[in-house]
């Protein structure tokens, strides 16, 4: 399993950045594909997550409204618009897989997860 995020950058307050995760060595309908961030001096945090097989997705509190996640079967890569960034948005974004079989859904912590990307940084300034 190989996942390579892509997409960061440094976007002033109030706009938008999309992030991509494309994916490889695994089938992504067996799979549960989950967004997860760290800011400086903080826990790694589940920000959302995708399940392939049916599209079910799942959004943390702080981004429900504001961020979408999506996927692409065919590309293997599932992608998070995220809009209206606030400041405390800036973190490294990672994305990270799990099998389906092996996790309950949806995901909601780091230890949940197997597979995981290099992550890419997004700084929102104010």
């Known amino acids: 399993v190989q996942l390579v995020e892509s997409g960061g950058g440094l976007v002033q307050a109030g706009g938008s950045l999309r992030l991509s995760c494309a994916g490889s060595?695994?089938?992504?309908?067996?799979?549960?594909i989950g967004w997860l961030r760290q800011a400086p001096g903080k826990e790694r945090e589940a920000v959302s997550c995708?399940?392939?097989?049916?599209?079910?997705?799942w959004y943390s509190d702080s981004v429900k409204g504001r961020f979408t996640i999506s996927s692409d079967n065919a590309k293997n890569t599932v992608y998070l618009q995220m809009n209206s960034l606030k400041p405390e948005d800036t973190a490294v974004y990672y994305c990270?897989?799990?099998?389906?079989?092996?996790?309950?859904?949806?995901?909601?912590?780091?230890?949940?997860?197997?597979?995981w990307g290099q992550g890419t940084q997004v700084t929102v300034s104010s």
């Open positions: 990270a897989a799990v099998s389906l079989y092996l996790t309950t859904v949806p995901p909601r912590s780091k230890s949940d997860y197997d597979w």
């Open positions: 060595g695994f089938y992504p309908n067996d799979y549960v």
């Open positions: 995708i399940t392939n097989s049916d599209g079910t997705t």
